[in-house]
């Protein structure tokens, strides 16, 4: 009588085990089973111990849209911050830098004015986490809006100044060379910006305890501060 499908198939497994365990017997010496229970059950404590002392604590990140597109610029998106849960050592988390985390989403396509896309953030784009693990990212989806890039000359204001000279003198200050500069970004947002007669602003410069003339360069506060 013909054997039966099943009956084949269980064969099959037994000629399977019985090779490896042949293999093993052959490399490894004798006691497999006793050497095989060793080694599972030194995996299962280290993954246990593992478990139990590493602790997890949230931290707020920042999203940063990164643009690498040629004529589709960032509109808007949301959320802007997500909350971060992090699995580490206690040494570990406590010299993480949370400043230095963020959620970032890298745009290589394009796209066109107002569409609306949505993006879900994995551990892949937690950026310097260290060696702590990505337990847990909430919300986890981040929609962003899209707008056609633009390119606008826009006025610098003149920047503050803070502090007191020397001998109670008196300071000014004024531009070496222009007072504009070219931003680029979203058409919309920043047409609204110069009709509304926008100036960006710089950073103050500390004059306290300065006699002489001097020149320096003045950072610009960023348009995302300011809209």
Do not use: H
């Not at 042949?22 to 490399?27: D, G, K, Y």
């Not at 643009?67 to 010299?95: C, H, R, W």
């Not at 809006?145 to 200050?173: C, H, M, W």
């Amino acid at each position: 009588m013909k054997p039966s499908l099943w009956s084949r198939f269980i064969k099959w497994c037994g000629f399977v085990f019985d090779s490896i365990t042949n293999f093993i017997s052959r490399n490894f010496g004798s006691n497999v089973g006793l050497k095989i229970f060793a080694f599972v059950l030194s995996f299962v404590i280290i993954y246990v111990i593992s478990e139990r002392t590493g602790v997890v604590k949230e931290f707020t990140v920042p999203v940063k849209i990164v643009m690498n597109t040629k004529n589709t610029a960032l509109s808007s998106y949301s959320p802007t911050e997500v909350q971060v849960e992090l699995k580490g050592t206690l040494e570990d988390l406590n010299i993480v830098d949370a400043s230095l985390l963020s959620a970032e989403i890298v745009i290589r396509d394009d796209y066109a004015s107002g569409q609306e896309i949505t993006r879900k953030l994995y551990s892949t784009n937690i950026r310097n986490n260290g060696n702590l693990r990505i337990e847990d990212i909430t919300p986890d989806r981040i929609n962003i809006v899209f707008d056609k890039e633009a390119r606008y000359r826009i006025p610098v204001a003149l920047p503050k100044l803070e502090g007191n000279p020397l001998q109670g003198g008196t300071a000014s200050v004024r531009f070496v060379a222009g007072n504009e500069v070219v931003v680029t970004g979203s058409e919309l947002m920043l047409s609204r910006l110069v009709e509304g007669g926008l100036e960006l602003s710089t950073r103050p410069i500390d004059v306290t305890d300065r006699s002489n003339s001097f020149e320096r360069n003045v950072e610009l506060i960023s348009l995302q501060i300011l809209v």
